[in-house]
């Protein structure tokens, strides 16, 4: 079982930045295309961002364009998402996916964000 731990959420005003990490520990890191989905109470899941295994290719969805930044560190066996310029309707649990092809083949338990208006 290929274990996904977040960290990072949290509470802040609009305008403001988070930084959501993600670890696969133990793993060929490399190998898992990772990316960064999120809920918000009564919606279905989004893809936020993705980057795949070698971090050449990164997508993102075009509501966070120019305001969040994936990057993964393959030494550190984790990936990161910088949010800048955070607006309430960000508020969501976010989580990070892998998967060797599409990043949903193992989820994370998920970390809150709160931006408040």
């Known amino acids: 079982q290929v274990q996904v731990v977040e960290s990072g959420g949290g509470s802040v005003q609009a305008g403001g930045s988070l930084r959501l990490s993600c670890a696969v520990p133990?793993?060929?890191?490399?190998?898992?295309?990772m990316g960064w989905f999120r809920q918000a109470p009564g919606k279905e899941r989004e893809i936020v961002s993705a980057i795949s295994g070698n971090g050449d290719h990164t997508y993102y969805g075009d509501f966070v364009k120019g305001r969040f930044t994936i990057a993964r560190g393959n030494t550190e066996n984790s990936v990161y998402m910088q949010m800048n310029n955070l607006k309430s309707e960000d508020t969501a649990v976010y989580y990070c996916g892998a998967g060797v092809g599409q990043p949903t083949d193992y989820w994370g338990q998920g970390t809150q964000v709160t931006v408040s208006s």
């Open positions: 133990g793993r060929t890191f490399s190998r898992y295309a």
